[in-house]
C-alpha cells in the first residue's frame, strides 16, 4: 500500500506570504490521480486539485499544484486569512490513501 | 444545488449499532460512486470504502471488513453506513463524498457535512 508523507507537519506563516506543502509517496505514483484538499475546523474536507495540477470549481487561482513520480506539491502564492487551515493530499491507487495532514498557521 | 446531508450525530454504548445516512440532491445518484471516510477526534482522514451506487455493490478499505456495512436506498437518493459491535476507538466523524470518478482522478467533490458517532458507556 503506498503510504504519502506530508512535510511540514505544521507551517507558520504571516498573511500575505507564500505556503509550499509537500507529499511523497512512498513509491512512484500517478500524478492524475493526485489530489488536495483544505480542512478547517469543524468542516469538511473541501477538494482544491485534482490530477495534481488542476483546480477544482472555484478555487482561486493562488492555488497550484505541481510534481510527479513521488514527490508533489501545494503552493499557496499569497495566503490570505480565510487560507490557514489542515492541508490532505490523496492518492488514488490499489486503495485509496491519505496524506497526514499539514496545519498552515498563522505566525 | 449539489449537496449532501448526513443525518445527526449518534451517543452509543459499546456492542451498540449505528447506522448514518447520506441524502444526496442536485444530482443523479447512481451517477457518481459514494465514498465513505473517517476521521477520529484531533486524527487525519481514512479512506473506509465506497460503494457503487449503480450496483450497490461495496468495496471495503483493509480495516473496515466485517462490522461495517454500505448500503444504498436509491428511490431515496440515500447511501447508509452501518457500523455493528461498536468499539471506543470507532468514536469519530464520518464522511459520506462523492467521487468523481476517472476523469477527475477519483477525487472527492462534493462532501456531506459529517456525523459524529460517540462510543461510550
Known amino acids: 500500500e503506498i503510504v504519502l508523507t506530508q512535510s511540514p507537519g505544521t507551517l507558520s506563516l504571516s498573511p500575505g506570504e507564500r505556503a509550499t506543502l509537500s507529499c511523497r509517496a512512498s513509491?512512484?505514483?500517478?500524478?492524475?490521480?493526485l489530489a488536495w484538499y483544505q480542512q478547517k475546523s469543524g468542516q469538511a474536507p473541501r477538494l482544491l486539485i485534482y490530477?495534481?495540477?488542476s483546480r477544482a470549481t472555484a478555487i482561486p487561482d493562488r492555488f497550484s499544484g505541481t510534481g510527479s513520480g513521488t514527490e508533489f506539491s501545494l503552493t499557496i502564492s499569497r495566503l490570505e486569512t480565510e487560507d490557514f487551515a489542515v492541508y490532505y493530499c490523496?492518492?488514488?491507487?490499489?486503495?485509496?490513501?491519505f496524506g497526514g495532514g499539514t496545519k498552515v498557521e498563522i505566525k | 444545488q449539489v449537496q449532501l446531508v448526513q443525518s445527526g450525530s449518534e451517543l452509543k454504548k459499546p456492542g451498540a449499532s449505528v447506522k448514518v445516512s447520506c441524502e444526496a440532491s442536485g444530482y443523479i445518484f447512481s451517477s457518481y460512486v459514494m465514498n465513505w471516510v473517517r476521521q477520529a477526534p484531533g486524527q487525519g482522514l481514512e479512506w473506509m470504502g465506497w460503494i457503487n451506487t449503480n450496483t450497490g455493490n461495496p468495496t471495503y478499505a483493509r480495516g473496515f471488513t466485517g462490522r461495517f456495512v454500505f448500503s444504498l436506498d436509491t428511490s431515496a437518493g440515500t447511501a447508509y453506513l452501518q457500523i455493528n459491535s461498536l468499539k471506543a476507538d470507532d468514536t469519530a466523524v464520518y464522511y459520506c463524498?462523492?467521487?468523481?470518478?476517472?476523469?477527475?482522478?477519483?477525487?472527492?467533490?462534493?462532501w456531506g457535512q459529517g456525523t459524529m458517532v460517540t462510543v461510550s458507556s
Open positions: 490523496q492518492h488514488y491507487g490499489d486503495s485509496l490513501t
Open positions: 513509491q512512484s505514483v500517478s500524478g492524475d490521480y
Open positions: 490530477g495534481a495540477s
Open positions: 463524498a462523492r467521487d468523481l470518478g476517472y476523469s477527475h482522478g477519483y477525487a472527492f467533490d462534493i
